[in-house]
């Protein structure tokens, strides 16, 4: 992350930053930010994080990339947001949970309204365009009621 604030700032961009301060208190914060907000813990994080951002995009990372991303996907699918989610699959990255999501739907555990709001692209310029172009499914609904 810090790599990637490095860069957008060397190049004149606007970096906003959100991290609890126990994170702080180990050094960790980027001091170089536009904006740095210090919250008190990681739910406080990403929520801030969802209210001040356009969209979501998940770069090639780890456990907690995977959390945040299905999270605020989840968010998506329960219309809690209509902001877009999206993968920069650089270089194959996300193929393997791509197929996966794939049969997770496939097995009927994700609806393919679901599965497609996820936006995924292997190059920057693709994904930033078709998440300017995103407009959330109307109907989010996800569990059907029970015939009785």
């Known amino acids: 992350m ?4 490095d860069a957008v700032l060397a190049e004149g961009g606007h970096v906003t930053g959100v991290i609890p301060q126990a ?5 960790i914060a980027h001091r170089g930010l536009t904006e740095l907000h210090v919250v008190t813990s990681m739910h406080e994080r990403k929520a801030l994080m969802a209210d ?5 995009v998940a770069l090639p990372g780890g456990i907690g990339t995977f959390e945040e991303l299905f999270e605020v996907w989840t968010w998506a699918q329960l219309g809690n947001h209509s ?3 999206g993968l920069l699959n650089i270089l194959g990255f996300y193929d ?3 197929d996966f999501l794939d049969h997770v739907a496939h097995q009927g555990f ?3 309204v679901h599965r497609d709001m996820l936006l995924v692209e292997d190059e920057p310029e693709h994904l930033i365009r ?3 172009r995103y407009r959330a499914p109307a109907d989010t609904k996800w569990i059907k ?3 009785r």
Request: with cysteine; aromatic share 4%.
């Open 2 to 5: 810090g790599a990637l604030a």
């Open 23 to 27: 994170l702080v208190e180990k050094e």
């Open 145 to 147: 009621s029970a015939a």
């Open 130 to 132: 078709a998440m300017v």
């Open 52 to 56: 001040l951002s356009d969209g979501f």
């Open 96 to 98: 393997r949970l791509l």
């Open 110 to 112: 994700l609806k393919t």
């Open 83 to 85: 902001k877009p989610c």
